[in-house]
C-alpha cells in the first residue's frame, strides 16, 4: 500500500543515481547559466606517501542562475551540454556570506582605481596636471 502511493518524484529520488557527484566551491559566474567550481581533493603522492591538496575546475550548467561567488554547491555528471560543460548544479549546499572582496567592488566602479595609487610625485618647479606647481605656499 505505501509502496503505490509515492508519486514518481519520488521514486526517482529514491532511485540511486550513477552520476557521479562533487560538492565544490563557486568561483565564477560571470557566465549566463554557467557557473566555474573548483572541487579540492587531498591525494597521496604514491612514492612519498605525502599528502598534497589537488584542486579542478568544473564548469556546470546554473539554469536560473541562482548561484553567487563563494556558494558551496553538489554538482552532478550530464550529457555535454557544451564545449566545456559536463556538469550540471544540483543544490547550493551552503550560500555565500555575500561579503565581495574590495579588488571587485573597485574594479566594477572605476577601472583606474583598482590599478593602485600612483607613485608619481610633483618635483618642485614643476607643474601637475591642476596646474599647481610642486613648491610649497607660504
Known sequence: MT???LTSAQR?????SRRQQKVGRVVSNKMDKTIVVVVETLKK???YKRTYKQTKRFHAHDEENVC???DLVRIEESRPLSKLK???LVEIVKPSSGIVPVE???AEA????SAGPSDETVEPGEVDQSGET?????
Open 86 to 88: 559536463r556538469w550540471r
Open 45 to 47: 603522492h604514491r612514492i
Open 3 to 5: 509502496q503505490q502511493s
Open 12 to 16: 526517482t529520488a529514491m532511485k540511486k
Open 104 to 106: 571587485e567592488v573597485l
Open 134 to 138: 610642486g613648491e610649497a605656499e607660504e
Open 68 to 70: 553567487q561567488i563563494g
Open 110 to 113: 572605476d577601472p583606474d582605481l
